[in-house]
């Protein structure tokens, strides 16, 4: 299983398929299926939401290698914890949850060793940008220095549309903190583009 689950792989022949309306009854199926230990429907659960998974974790971490990691490991947690997820949910909620935990807690792990990333890359300095070109790559470049507080409340809500709620819920944290952080974010990311733009 654990090969199947190689972002390597993913990033080289898995392609997702969009999911509808229509494919929910077959997703359900699938979901089913791989409760029973079903390899063939998990990998194709896994090709349905690896890039959304795998975009919530590079944007949490901010780091591409650590987000393969999270993205792998996320899915392996998955697989061993199918059995816990009864459908209370959709399933791509459940598996972001299982994302975020995954990300939260490889961060609690090294903790030194995420400190000691920021300051190898605090001191390589970014590309200067010219004109409008690089404006979305300073918006994620803004993203990824926000501390890692605001940039978890950031992505979940701001740019996956969870509400406080959820994300405070997903991030074990209250309410209220969501709402801070978020106000957080914003004022820096506001303060960050505009230095950048002057």
Known sequence: MAALLTARAAAAGCEAVPVTAESTAEENGRIR???TGDSAAFEALYRIHVDKVYGLCLRMTGN???????????????????NNFRGESAFSTWLHRVAVNTVL??????????????????????????????????????????????????VLHAV?????????DMLGIAAGTSKAQLHRARRLLAQQLKTECA
């Open 64 to 82: 591409v290698a650590e987000a393969e990691d999270c993205t792998q490991d996320a899915f392996i947690q998955a697989w061993s914890k199918l």
């Open 160 to 168: 996956y549309g969870y509400s406080h709620d959820e994300t405070s």
């Open 105 to 154: 807690g490889r961060m609690r792990k090294s903790r030194r060793e995420q400190d000691r990333i920021r300051v190898v890359s605090d001191v390589v300095s970014a590309p200067e940008t010219i004109g409008d070109s690089g404006g979305l790559r300073d918006l994620e470049q803004a993203i990824d220095e926000l501390p890692s507080g605001a940039r978890h409340v950031f």
């Open 33 to 35: 299926k791989a409760q």
